[in-house]
Each structure stands twice: as C-alpha cells, then as structure tokens.
C-alpha cells in the first residue's frame, strides 16, 4: 500500500489551511456567513470524485461496472474536469455570497496547489525532462539529471498565492477578480511548466490556456470596470446643497 | 435528476461482457526463462506483473496500453501474470489490453517477480535497459508521470 499521494494531499490541506488561517488574520472574508475551510474541502473532494470518474471514462473502463477502481486515484484524475467540479462546487455552495467565497478561496486554493505539487518529494515524482542546469537533479542511479518541474509549479503557485493574498488584503480589489488572478495563475503556472513535463500525451494544455485566458480576460473587465466606475464618480459633481430661503 | 443521468452516461461507456476468444492463451514461464528473455532484449523493457482479481492492476491498465502503443518498436512491453488461471488472465487482456502491443505470459505460483528481485505484491513494475539491467522497480499502482519518467530513463541507456 502506498500512501505518498496521501501524503501529497496533505501537503496540499495543510497549505490551503495555512494560507486560510493567516488570511483571515487580514480580514479575508470577514463579513461572510459560510465556512470556507468547509467549502474548500468540499470542492476538492467532489473535484478529486468527478476527475477520476473522467479519467475512468476516458480510458475506456466504466465506472458502473468497475466501482473499486474510483479509489484507485493513482490511476488518473482529469484535471480540467476536477477543476471544474471544483469550480462549480464553490459557485454552488457559495450561494448569494459565491463571489465572497470564491474570492475568499482564491490564495488557499493557489496555496493548496503549491502543497500539492510540492508533495512529489514524497513520491520521488519531482523530475521532468533532462536539462544541464546547475539545480538539475538525478533520480538514484542515473546520469541523468532532469528539471525538477514540480517544484517549480510549487514555487510559482506559492509566490502567486502570497501574492494574491497581500493583494486581497492592501488593494482592495473588485469582486470577483481575485478568483480571477487565482485561475489565470493556475492556468499559467501549468502552461509555464507543462513543456518540462514528461508524460505520455500532451496534457490537457487546452484546459491550462481556457483557465488563463478566462481568468485573464474576466480581470481584466473587473479592473477596468472599476476603474471606469471610479473615474465616472470622481467627475461628477458633488449635489449642491439647497438654497436656503431668506428671511 | 443528475445522478440519474450520469448514471445513464456511465452506463452507456460499455459493459462488462468481453470476448475471450481472440485471446490466446498465455505461455507459462519461470523466473529463469523470464531472465533469459530479457538478458536477450535488443531493446529496453518494461515489464508489468498483474493479476486479474487485482483491483489497482486494473486501474493502471489503460496507461500501460496507451505506454506500450505510444513505444511500439522502441520499447519492449512485457506482461507477467501471477496467482492466477487462464480465463481469468485472458478475460482480462481482453478487457484491458484488446489491441496493446505486450507480450503476456502466465506466472501461476507467482516465482517470476521473486526471482526478478521484486516482491509478491501486485501490481509490480520493472524497466529495464536493454539486456536486462534493472533500472527501476516501481511497486504498486504507477501513475502517468512516473510511468514516462522511467521510460525516459530506460531509453537514455539505450544504444
């Protein structure tokens, strides 16, 4: 039994608790009513439970008739599907707040991913393509010294979360585009690494351009919103008090 | 509502009734004959033991299929199965690896993976450089990123 992708996953809660934690130190989400650590909890289940059903799917063996393998998370999940699932969940489960939360989640998710990444060390997972580069390792026994890629995405994913977070807590930013920032990162960092990667298809490199291209172009709209929304406020002029009657 | 219809999706993806019959039945073999086939390999190996009552072998099957397609020519694919019959082992590859590429062989008592170096758990996969030079043992199910790290690494040793 092997337990290094468990591991892994809780790399990954650890880090999404870690970043929670400290965020709600700054008033994240201050005035929402639903538990965000639940919320995310939730997604990630429901994203892990959807992407394996994918994966399944798309190797061709039926979930129905084989039931057992669902836990065999190993062999495969979808990322663009469990993303999604994982998207949705939060939508859903945000309900008239979905914005707040998905906005309240957006560092922890970044951190969760860093923590999950970062599991390969667990795994011996970490290598990718070759390359000459002084910090390329070897795995055991072999010349060979690669790009330890998924350190890199750790790396990436974690400056792009603490990023985010001081950005949520200093800047003030309209609703929305946080959750934004956080999946055009996403979707960033993997297609930054995906090339380093060494895999027997080509990756779901579709998803990775949908989430930062989505995520690019709906912050992009926000911020110039706001931006247009606090110009138009600046150049009106203020009310002009009424003319008191004379005596 | 939903539950149903994935239900509907899920149960369209195919059933569980698979024809056997264009499945040969699979040479048995030992340790020895084992070691002998791959000291004799031109080409890197990656060997795969499996067992049809093995729920995570059947989990990684598909992207062994997918491996040994993609590698055809380059990479030998061999298919040791073990503590198992031959109905099973065959309703098996006729399940999971209809059309791959791999050469599958019946280990009955299970001394193939022992005299290999590896244990007698299942899934189990070995990569070897050609002529036999174990590179890798991987126990357990293998996932995707493993699975291509280690043929990288097999066929950088190649020639």
Not at chain 1, 200 to 222: E, K
Not at chain 2, 18 to 42: H, K, Q
Not at chain 2, 150 to 157: G, N, P
Request: aromatic letters at 8%; hydrophobic letters at 50%; glycine letters at 10%.
């Amino acid at each position: 039994m092997e337990f290094s992708l468990l591991f892994a996953a809780l790399m990954g809660m650890l880090a999404m608790w870690a970043m929670l934690w400290w965020e709600a130190k700054r008033g994240n989400a201050a005035d929402c009513a639903r538990s965000l650590w639940d919320v995310a909890l939730t997604a990630a289940v429901v994203g892990l439970f959807v992407g394996r059903l994918a994966a399944m799917i798309g190797d061709g063996v039926n979930p129905l008739t084989n039931p057992k393998d669902i836990i065999i998370v190993r062999g495969g999940v979808a990322t663009g599907w469990a993303a999604l699932a994982a998207i949705g969940t939060v939508l859903v489960m945000g309900g008239k707040e979905r914005w707040i939360v998905a906005d309240g989640l957006s560092a922890a998710a970044l951190a969760g991913l860093a923590g999950w990444h970062s599991g390969c060390l667990a795994r011996d997972g970490c290598l990718g393509t070759s390359s000459e580069l002084p910090w390329a390792l070897a795995q055991e026994g072999s010349a060979v010294t690669r790009h330890p890629v998924e350190l890199y995405a750790a790396a990436l994913l974690a400056i792009g979360a603490f990023g985010l977070a001081v950005w949520k807590a200093r800047g003030r930013p309209p609703l929305g585009a946080p959750a934004a920032a956080a999946l055009a990162i996403a979707g960033g960092v993997r297609l930054i690494t995906e090339p380093m990667r060494l895999a027997l298809s080509a990756g779901p490199a579709v998803w990775y351009w949908a989430a930062f291209l989505v995520g690019t172009v709906a912050l992009i709209i926000l911020l110039w919103r706001k931006r247009t929304s606090s110009a138009t406020t600046a150049a009106t002029p203020p009310t002009q008090p009424e003319r008191q009657a004379g005596p | 509502m939903f539950i149903v219809i994935l239900a509907a999706v899920l149960a369209a993806c195919g059933g569980s009734d698979v024809d056997v019959s264009d499945v040969p039945e699979l040479p048995p073999v030992t340790g020895d004959e084992m070691m002998a086939i791959l000291a004799a390999s031109e080409q890197p190996v990656v060997l795969n033991v499996w067992a049809s009552w093995c729920i995570p072998c059947r989990s990684e099957a598909p992207l062994l299929e997918r491996a040994a397609d993609q590698f055809a020519g380059e990479v030998t694919f061999i298919g040791v199965n073990v503590r198992d019959g031959q109905s099973g082992a065959r309703e098996f590859i006729a399940e999971f690896f209809p059309d791959a590429p791999i050469d599958h062989y019946l280990d009955r008592p299970g001394d193939v993976p022992i005299a290999l170096g590896g244990n007698t758990g299942v899934p189990l996969t070995f990569f070897y450089a050609p002529h036999g030079e174990l590179v890798q043992l991987h126990s357990g199910v293998i996932d995707e990123r493993t699975l291509a790290l280690q043929i990288d690494e097999i066929l950088a040793r190649t020639g």
